[in-house]
């Protein structure tokens, strides 16, 4: 009993914390449906003004306070003009461009922080009050994490009140049901977003502020906390505050035992959380199933192919590539070859998305297994390159086979939360079986053979991979295949009455997606004489995402052009500016805002536009 009461006051601590961020992020995906990945970026400036206000008010309780609600009233109102500027604009852009939207506004307000605040971390030291222990059960307990513990009830009550018991929160509750019967009956549907935008962002505030005591401002909050946030809105049900206290309190409570008791998974503990509760609960605790049209259609059928004036450009390009080491100088040829790995990276990411209907959160997952299996086979049998440019996809495949089986009874952001489960637990792997992969130190000395030495010969060999592959993904998705896979994804229960075997079918496309992308990682490890963890990180798989959704889901070059795109902008942002990332978030909300269908999409909507005309 003295070890478990230490130990359950401290999951309850974080599990009040957690729920603050939470509580915003599912409010506003019930009423918008956007995946807000800036949420995160809302807490990390939540924590940033917090320190500012409270470190030039008085040390007592009462300011305190004051300055935290100040802090969540500040950052409602960033919220609030973050919703009027650029989210406004993109509602009716399909949903995965509202998270690409989102992404790129993460990008540009770490870096005004990074302006604004430095690099440096900055603690909120603890006046007298806060230092205080109390007495429970013979042990000492912090007083201010008991005031944490009060919080989360406190905010989920208030909540509850304002949903149920205001006309505010019964026209919330009503658009979280149906948003086109509220339009219907006259309610202005832009000032509720903007509302609830606000609410969410100020909850998001109120948890960076309060979580100052125990940990301090920094540039890290932003990605740490938008992860566990949405396995606490997945797991407790999308919409559903009740779920996400729920779940809160079930996540802070594992986090708190298994740190003692099974420190080693404490990574991925989260994920597992999430996995286990998504296999036997698809809709999460208290979530509701998800209707058909939500699970509808993502993109626009592809079904017919170029017309012969684009295959001859397709074509003049790939000969402008082939000649490429002739033309430009060796760094140049480097960043063209990271480009052949990002468009094998992309396209078959593109592959289970656009066809197929699935989108990963935790695509870098196959990158990484493939990268380590050609790594290893190479360290521990001296396996040749050809050897490892094979084994890495069939692994990779082999291994999505036995996921697919898992995730292809989910859709929406469910099944992209599960991948993404997936990936951290992969990731967590190479991180921590330091005897295999390395861990943190990584897989080094992967030296590429004679005739692969040359820059230009391995580029040779990257262009005619990543074109073969390409080329062969078209193929199935001209055959029959490709119009069943298709035909799944616009609606599972027509499919399924004309005697078509949906599961099958998204399972399969798993599998190449998987073996594509393990090539891609295996081609990388090659190309970079090393392998680390870095490869299965979250924001590696966000860059697939980002890629494949810039060039655009509509068409097989979207995310050739989207690879391209991203590579070279940058790569140009890096090496030009130190605020590179506030550049590439702005130009990425612009192209989403500007082309909400991608730039391949828009490219091919203009072109049969000028052919009816």
Not at 529 to 545: D, K, N, Q, R, W
Request: aromatic residues 10%.
């Amino acid at each position: 009993m003295d070890s478990i009461l230490p130990q359950l006051l401290t999951g309850l601590t974080g599990a009040s914390s957690l729920f603050l961020v939470a509580s915003g992020l599912t409010i506003i995906f019930g009423v918008t449906r956007i995946v807000n990945f800036s949420h995160g970026s809302l807490t990390m400036l939540g924590a940033y003004i917090g320190w500012t206000i409270l470190t030039h008010l008085p040390r007592d309780p009462t300011w305190f306070i004051l300055g935290v609600l100040a802090t969540a009233l500040v950052t409602a109102a960033i919220g609030a003009a973050l919703e009027l500027t650029v989210l406004r604009r993109i509602y009716r852009a399909p949903e995965l461009f509202q998270l690409l939207a989102t992404f790129g506004v993460v990008l540009v307000l770490q870096d005004v922080t990074l302006r604004l605040w430095g690099p440096v971390e900055l603690p909120l030291p603890r006046p007298r009050w806060m230092r205080g222990f109390v007495e429970i059960a013979d042990n000492r307990f912090p007083f201010y994490d008991l005031i944490l513990i009060a919080v989360g009830p406190v905010v989920l009550g208030l909540l509850w009140l304002l949903m149920n018991r205001t006309r505010w929160g019964t026209l919330v509750r009503a658009a979280t049901l149906d948003r086109d019967m509220v339009a219907a009956l006259g309610v202005n549907q832009r000032t509720i977003f903007t509302t609830v935008f606000a609410l969410g962002a100020g909850l998001a505030g109120l948890g960076g502020a309060l979580s100052l005591p125990n940990s301090s401002a920094n540039l890290g909050i932003d990605l740490s906390v938008i992860t566990d946030a949405f396995v606490v809105v997945v797991v407790g049900g999308l919409g559903s505050l009740g779920g996400a206290f729920l779940a809160s309190l079930l996540i802070g409570i594992l986090q708190a035992f298994g740190i003692v008791l099974v420190p080693k998974i404490t990574l991925v503990l989260v994920f597992l959380v999430m996995a286990v509760v998504l296999i036997f609960r698809p809709n999460g605790l208290l979530g509701r199933a998800q209707t058909e049209a939500r699970e509808a259609i993502v993109a626009a059928p592809v079904v017919r192919p170029a017309p012969p004036a684009l295959r001859l450009l397709g074509l003049a390009a790939l000969l402008v590539a082939v000649a490429a080491p002739f033309l430009v100088g060796e760094y140049t040829l480097i960043v063209l070859t990271d480009a052949l790995v990002a468009i094998l990276f992309a396209t078959s990411l593109h592959f289970m998305m656009g066809p197929g209907g699935m989108a990963s959160f935790g695509h870098a997952a196959w990158f990484g297994i493939g990268a380590y299996v050609a790594g290893l086979l190479l360290q521990w049998l001296s396996a040749p390159m050809p050897v490892g440019l094979l084994a890495a996809p069939a692994a990779a495949g082999i291994v999505a086979a036995v996921f697919g089986w898992f995730v292809v009874r989910l859709s929406g952001v469910y099944l992209s939360m599960l991948t993404l489960a997936f990936a951290q637990i992969v990731w967590a792997i190479a991180f921590q079986w330091v005897d295999v992969t390395g861990g943190d130190n990584g897989l080094l000395g992967l030296v590429r053979p004679a005739w692969a030495a040359d820059a230009r010969a391995f580029y040779w060999l990257a262009l005619v991979l990543s074109v073969g592959v390409a080329l062969l993904l078209r193929r199935a998705l001209y055959a029959p295949y490709g119009y069943a896979l298709r035909a799944a994804r616009d609606s599972t229960a027509r499919a399924r009455s004309i005697g078509l075997d949906v599961t099958g079918l998204r399972i399969a496309a798993i599998v190449v997606a998987g073996s594509a992308c393990g090539l891609a990682g295996a081609l990388f490890s090659y190309g970079k004489g090393s392998i680390f963890p870095t490869y299965i990180t979250i924001s590696h798989s966000v860059e697939a995402l980002l890629m494949v959704l810039l060039g655009g889901l509509q068409t097989m070059a979207g995310p050739i052009i989207g690879a391209i795109i991203y590579t070279g902008l940058a790569d140009i942002l890096v090496r030009s500016t130190d605020l590179w990332r506030l550049v590439l978030g702005a130009v990425i909300v612009f192209l989403v805002i500007a082309f909400p269908e991608g730039i391949a999409g828009a490219v091919r909507r203009l072109w049969l536009r000028g052919r009816e005309a």
